[in-house]
């Protein structure tokens, strides 16, 4: 046996694992913490939620009257969105730097763009009143409401304006307003209806990407 066998460092055993890279490990905590998977199911349960309003005719097929229960789950789910933004361990992730930032882009602009997803996917062949171009209006503007209520009340609470939003526009419904910012109750191709909805979620995007949401005490400790 030679000096050099001895020091040479024993083989990795046949098989072994390889090591999964850092960053997505990190954004699998990332997401894992703010209950992300839970929250793909809960979306994916407001997509059923919805086929059945709409086979079984929960709600009437045309008029004002027609949107109020899709609403509803649209709003459900765009709360769901916000909620996502809470973590029990507060903003662990400030350790990493530069990539928390991207982090919260990335649970807020994918969650979006499941809720859209999963929703249409749940009227997919039924007769969805107005359509699904204003099905994914309303979740990414009522998400970005959401996301700049966070903000304020932290993820946690981050449902309440959405839902508060939503009940003020089923009054806007009923009265026939005609408002761009009560987009909700405006048809597809209302310019400004789209730019409005389009302005809070960019506005709430940017802002909780670069911000957070608001972390309470008692996750600091």
Same mark, same amino acid.
């Given at each position: 046996m030679t000096a050099a066998s001895v020091l040479q460092p024993p083989a990795a055993p046949a098989g072994t694992t390889r090591r999964i890279p850092a960053g997505i490990w990190l954004t699998w905590l990332h997401l894992r913490t703010r209950r992300i998977p839970a929250g793909i199911l809960v979306l994916a349960v407001c997509g059923g939620v919805l086929r059945a309003a709409l086979r079984w005719h929960w709600a009437f097929n045309s008029g004002p009257y027609a949107q109020q229960i899709p609403l509803i789950i649209e709003a459900g789910g765009a709360a769901v969105i916000a909620v996502t933004a809470h973590s029990p361990f507060g903003e662990a992730e400030r350790a990493t730097g530069r990539w928390l930032p991207y982090l919260r882009l990335l649970a807020a602009a994918g969650m979006c763009g499941l809720a859209i997803a999963l929703l249409q996917l749940g009227a997919a062949g039924e007769s969805l009143n107005e359509g699904a171009a204003v099905l994914a209006r309303n979740v990414i503007g009522i998400a970005g409401i959401g996301l700049l209520c966070s903000l304020i009340t932290g993820g946690l609470l981050a449902w309440t304006l959405p839902m508060g939003y939503m009940a003020f526009c089923?009054? %806007?419904?009923?009265? %026939?307003?005609? %408002?761009?910012?009560?987009?909700p109750v405006r048809p597809p191709a209302d310019r400004g209806a789209w730019i409005c909805a389009c302005a809070v979620f960019a506005a709430g995007l940017v802002l909780f990407t670069i911000l957070g949401p608001r972390t309470r005490l008692s996750d600091d400790s």
């Open positions: 089923q009054y %806007a419904l009923l009265e %026939a307003w005609t %408002a761009p910012w009560t987009w």
